[in-house]
């Protein structure tokens, strides 16, 4: 087994820790040369890199370097795969994104409605930059991206590294649920087998099978339906915040038997009862300030103090362990089952070709290898295409530097919908990006 050289852009993410103890939990099935962060806030990222290396040389004494750096051609030389994970505008504009419509009654979300589309048209930019000059400096490496807004950046590098098997777009949510359904049936997490269809943070579960072929699904929506749904990932199993949000399985479930429903879809079907919810000063981005990140800021402090981790509890979370698993299975062709975003091309037979799908597949040394979904019911196929119209739209209005293409993907967005509202929020989220935005006329 060839070891690899990883880059995690993003190196200050509050989300390296978890990788880096996945990275070590899985050393034996995806073997590293090296690791270097790159981040371009050289701070930020100083302080989760000292932690790392005190990790690093306790439990993978084996590994040959590690480095960081804010250079990118120090970063992106010799690599094999990169992960990325970057916020651009930190959690202070996420605040803004949630808070700006939350002041119209709309919904005020990371990657949902007006704040997703204000996220998206930051990330796309630095995006699109990282990954030619990864590309520059390591042209076969592979690119694994889960910076959000998924969906968004997803359709955006479609459009600018067309049919690229190399750079995979993925997500947490569809395993991190996965989780929860294998505590409740007592079963192992990777001897699931789903089936589900969608966009990121909008799809289906449509079966839960075991390994042995036998269906699970029945079992999971009565037990959902009768003694409701809760988040069963240590990262994120004490969190009230995710709490609310899997509870709202329920409801979904019971308005819609059909399919298992992504959590994220709340935002959608509900937006008005969740807008009602939510407080302006205390917009999930102020919790994850006062949570994650000052958690994980105060972990590596102390590890950095004791010059050792003697002092601090770590653990492996499903986040971490799902990307690597994939790389792994892309980089050494182990052609196991993960949920990722392909371009559609057939798959789901009655949305457009051009959707940025989120379905299972096989990851091989080739690409992602997708299953064939066939066609989907009016209802889904009529949210999946309204969706994916906004989608569409916002990654217009950034390569057109269109102001009617923002307002009419905040129109077509179901958490608007009305036209001076979206107008409003519009203006607003123009004069709080200046600078990470494109020029909108
Ligand atoms: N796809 C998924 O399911 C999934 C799951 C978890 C997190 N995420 C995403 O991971 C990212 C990190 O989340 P977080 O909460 O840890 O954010 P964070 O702000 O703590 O970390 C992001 C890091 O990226 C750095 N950064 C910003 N712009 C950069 C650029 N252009 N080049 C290099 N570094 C840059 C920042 O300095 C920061 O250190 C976000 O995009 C988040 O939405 C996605
Ligand atoms: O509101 P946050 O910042 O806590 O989470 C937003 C992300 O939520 C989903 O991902 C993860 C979560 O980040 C992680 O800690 C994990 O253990 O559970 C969550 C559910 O899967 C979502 O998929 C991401 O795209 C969001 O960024
Ligand atoms: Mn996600």
Not at 102 to 108: A, E, F, T
Not at 285 to 304: D, F, H, P, S, Y
């Amino acid at each position: 087994m060839k070891k690899q050289n990883l880059v995690i852009v993003g190196g200050g993410s509050t989300y390296t820790i978890g990788m880096i103890m996945s990275l070590i939990a899985e050393k034996k099935n995806f073997p590293l040369n090296s690791i270097t962060f790159y981040d371009n806030d050289e701070k930020r990222q100083e302080k989760v890199a000292k932690a790392t290396s005190i990790i690093l040389d306790e439990y993978y004494p084996e590994l040959e370097s590690f480095h960081y750096t804010t250079d990118k051609e120090t970063a992106f030389t010799g690599i094999d795969i990169a992960f990325i994970q970057i916020r651009t505008g930190g959690l202070q504009m996420r605040e803004l994104d949630e808070q700006i419509p939350l002041k119209y009654g709309v919904v005020g979300q990371e990657t949902c409605g007006p704040g997703g589309m204000a996220y998206g048209l930051r990330s796309i930019r630095d995006m699109i930059e990282l990954v030619y000059d990864i590309k520059k400096y390591s042209k076969d490496a592979w690119i694994l991206n889960y910076t959000n807004p998924a969906a968004i950046v997803a359709e955006a590098l479609k459009r600018e590294f067309p049919q690229d098997p190399k750079l995979l777009n993925i997500c947490d949510m569809p395993i991190a649920i996965m989780h929860s359904f294998a505590t409740m049936l007592n079963k192992n997490i990777w001897d699931l087998v789903p089936s589900y269809f969608g966009l990121n943070h909008f799809g289906w579960f449509t079966k839960i099978e075991d390994s042995e072929g036998n269906d699970l699904t029945q079992i999971i929506k009565d037990t959902i339906m009768g003694e409701g749904f809760v988040p069963t990932d240590q990262e994120i199993a004490n969190d009230q915040s995710w709490q609310q949000t899997f509870e709202q399985a329920r409801k979904m479930l019971i308005d819609f038997p059909e399919f298992l429903p992504n959590t994220y879809l709340q935002y959608y079907l509900y937006p008005d009862d969740l807008a009602k919810k939510e407080s302006l000063t205390n917009t999930r981005a102020r919790q994850v300030i006062n949570g994650r990140e000052k958690r994980i800021t105060e972990l590596c402090n102390q590890i950095i103090q004791d010059k050792s981790t003697k002092n601090v509890e770590l653990h492996v979370d499903i986040h971490g362990v799902y990307m690597v698993k994939a790389a792994a299975s892309l980089v050494y062709n182990l052609k196991q089952t993960y949920i990722v975003m392909v371009e559609n091309n057939g798959i789901i037979s009655n949305i457009p070709d051009d959707a940025m799908v989120e379905v299972p597949a096989l990851l091989t040394a080739s690409g992602p290898k997708p299953f064939s979904v066939g066609k989907i019911p009016t209802f889904y196929k009529g949210l999946i295409e309204n969706q994916f119209a906004y989608e569409k739209l916002v990654a217009d209005a950034y390569f057109e530097n269109s102001y009617t293409k923002a307002l009419q993907a905040l129109t077509l967005n179901r958490t608007v919908v009305h036209v001076p509202t979206a107008k409003a929020i519009l203006d607003d989220l123009i004069e709080a990006n200046k600078g990470y935005w494109p020029e909108l006329q």
